[in-house]
């Protein structure tokens, strides 16, 4: 069985990432979440209804102990099982500034994207290696590409989650593992659901906020075989707000 595993599956960007790997490349979708089951579950009927099909998986990305439990039953439950792909979806923002800005939403902004980032893919490197195979997509943001004002812990979460996907990829490009990432811009999610979208849209050049199909298409893209020379890359989908 071929997994692909997609954390903060359960909303938005991360819940049509799963749809789509399901769809198009046919994998048994692992939906992580942590707090809305609800939610988690909402997504996996979706994946059934279209003839695909996955399981819903329960763990904090911040907690390393946690995801190690629960991705070593997990593996232990199901041991011709092969996660081929990752997904490091999760993220949370505490936006502020910086001058106001307490040590804990400094500190868990980077424990949930920075360090999920290396408690998931470090439970699994090993196995990829040994397979010679394996897909890993960090889904970051335009603000770490950048920079935005009111959010410095969440661009140094995302441009340091940038900087470990072009030093991984170089480590285990030759076993045929590949490590991307997809920078959204404004994409119509509950994230964004406050935001004066009429305002921001004047800032992009494409003159409207991105769908979260959009983003999923890309990372469906380099979660195929037809990105298999591709590595190393952060590709931004924002519309031309930063090129």
């Known amino acids: 069985m ?11 960007i991360g819940r049509a990432i799963c749809q789509k790997l399901a769809a198009d490349l046919g994998y048994y979708i692992l939906i992580n979440y942590q707090g809305n089951m609800q939610a988690a579950l909402e997504t996996l009927q979706l994946i059934e209804a279209a003839g695909g099909k ?38 949370i923002a505490k936006d502020g500034l910086f001058m106001w800005m307490s040590n804990t939403d400094w500190q868990s902004v980077l424990d949930t994207s920075l360090n999920g980032f290396f408690n998931v893919t470090n439970f699994f490197i090993q196995k990829m290696l040994r397979k010679r195979f394996g897909r890993i997509i960090n889904v970051v943001s335009v603000s770490g590409v950048k920079g935005t004002a009111g959010q410095t812990n969440y661009s140094a979460a995302k441009a340091g989650v940038i900087g470990a996907t072009k030093a991984l990829a170089q480590e285990v490009a030759k076993r045929n593992i590949t490590v991307n990432a ?6 119509q999610t509950d994230m964004t659901a406050d935001m004066d979208e009429q305002e921001l849209t004047k800032l992009i050049p494409a003159n409207r906020f991105g769908k979260t199909e959009e983003v999923a298409d ?26």
């Open 54 to 91: 996955g399981e819903i998986i329960q763990f904090d990305v911040a907690d390393a102990d946690a995801v190690s439990t629960a991705l070593t039953d997990w593996s232990a439950r199901n041991p011709d099982a092969v996660v081929e792909v990752i997904v490091n979806n999760a993220g």
């Open 2 to 12: 071929n997994c692909a595993l997609v954390t903060g599956g359960s909303r938005g």
């Open 218 to 243: 890309l990372v469906s893209f380099l979660a195929s075989k037809k990105s298999s020379y591709i590595t190393g890359e952060i590709i931004n989908i924002n519309g031309g707000i930063y090129s």
């Open 182 to 187: 997809v920078a959204p811009g404004f994409i």
